[in-house]
């Protein structure tokens, strides 16, 4: 059995930094591609971060690059997302997400498992 398991949301001041994981069992995680959405009250889900399956490649949506970096460990099965100098609107709710594809996706489609979520707050 899949699963996803992020941890490490809380409750953070605008310009601080937050690391968000994602722990993966139940599958070969250095075959999967990892990546991170979020979803805000009153929004739709939409892409944050993806690493491929070895880590050389990597996406980000335009609103966090150069702020948010994703990184895995695949000999402890587990995905990051380093989140700095964050914003009241960087708040919603972090889902990591795991496809068993060769290159990160910004899309939801190639990943066949998604965690539960971990809720990331920025308060102004």
């Known amino acids: 059995q899949v699963q996803l398991v992020e941890s490490g949301g809380g409750l953070v001041q605008a310009g601080g930094s937050l690391r968000v994981s994602c722990a993966a069992s139940?599958?070969?995680?250095?075959?999967?591609?990892m990546g991170w959405f979020r979803q805000a009250p009153g929004k739709e889900r939409e892409f944050v971060a993806a690493i491929s399956p070895s880590g050389s490649n990597t996406l980000y949506a335009d609103s966090v690059k150069g702020r948010f970096t994703i990184s895995r460990d695949n000999a402890e099965n587990t995905v990051y997302l380093q989140m700095n100098s964050l914003k009241p609107e960087d708040t919603a709710v972090y889902y990591c997400?795991?496809?068993?594809?060769?290159?990160?996706?910004?899309?939801?489609?190639?990943?066949?498992?998604w965690g539960q979520g971990t809720q990331v707050t920025v308060s102004s």
């Open positions: 997400a795991a496809g068993a594809v060769g290159l990160p996706s910004r899309i939801p489609d190639p990943y066949s498992y």
């Open positions: 139940g599958l070969t995680f250095r075959r999967y591609a």
